[in-house]
Structure formats: C-alpha cells, structure tokens
C-alpha cells in the first residue's frame, strides 16, 4: 500500500469514527437521526462531500441558517 493511499484510509477511517461518535452520541441524549443524515454522513466518510457540504446539507434539511 502506498503512502497516499494508507493516508487515504487514515482520513476515511477518521472520518467513518467521527461520524460514529457524532450518531452515537446523539443517541446517548436519546435523539435518532434521519436516513437522509445517515446517507450524507456516509457521503461524507467515503469522502465524497467535505465537512462543510456536510454541515449545509444538515443545515438545510433542518431550516437552520
């Protein structure tokens, strides 16, 4: 494996634990989230979307600012 692509995997990797955290979380407070987050947030720990298309998404869908 190359060193751009352990790197890559380092940053998905990251990326896949933040969003677990983040929904874990949310779930300790007794939230759930929608399955419109759970496909960004999978856009997002592929990669796909940076955080901050993430956070406009999540805004957007939720009529805040």
Request: proline share 0%; hydrophobic share 45%.
């Amino acid at each position: 494996m190359s060193v751009v692509s352990t790197a890559r995997a380092a940053e998905q990797a990251a990326r896949e634990r933040a969003v677990e955290d983040a929904i874990h979380s949310g779930e300790m407070e007794g939230l759930s989230v929608s399955h419109a987050f759970e496909s960004d947030a999978a856009e997002y720990a592929r990669g796909a979307i940076d955080v901050d298309e993430f956070g406009r998404r999540v805004r957007a869908r939720n009529g805040v600012a």
